[in-house]
């Protein structure tokens, strides 16, 4: 039973890219804004981007203009992609609803690590 999957991360060197997907089941997808959150070691856990049902987006000031946010209502998927990536967006990256409380349970993330 698909809740939310995350995939796509790996090890990229410093201006690298990588595109990010989280498959998500229906009930949460059609009916929540979407975004990706990511946390680094030591760190709490943060909201990177979001994307309403409409398509309206919004980022976190460090990645503006370099990640961009997307949805595919049809495959209830959501999309992540990051580029010009540096050492400091490594963390391990985590899809979940947004501006409202993130659903029980988190998924597994997808790791990126950003090395040279």
């Known amino acids: 039973q698909v809740q939310l999957v995350e995939s796509g991360g790996g090890l990229v060197q410093p201006g690298g890219s990588l595109r990010l997907s989280c498959e998500a089941s229906?009930?949460?997808?059609?009916?929540?804004?979407m975004g990706w959150y990511r946390q680094a070691p030591g760190k709490q856990r943060e909201l990177v981007a979001a994307?309403?049902?409409?398509?309206?987006?919004n980022y976190a000031d460090s990645v503006k203009g370099r990640f961009s946010i997307s949805r595919d209502t049809a495959k209830n998927t959501l999309y992540l992609q990051m580029n010009s990536l540096k050492p400091e967006n490594t963390a391990v990256y985590y899809c979940?609803?947004?501006?409202?409380?993130?659903?029980?349970?988190w998924g597994q993330g997808t790791q990126v690590t950003v090395s040279s």
């Open positions: 994307i309403t049902r409409g398509g309206s987006t």
């Open positions: 229906r009930s949460i997808f059609s009916t929540n804004a």
């Open positions: 979940n609803v947004a501006g409202r409380r993130p659903i029980p349970p």
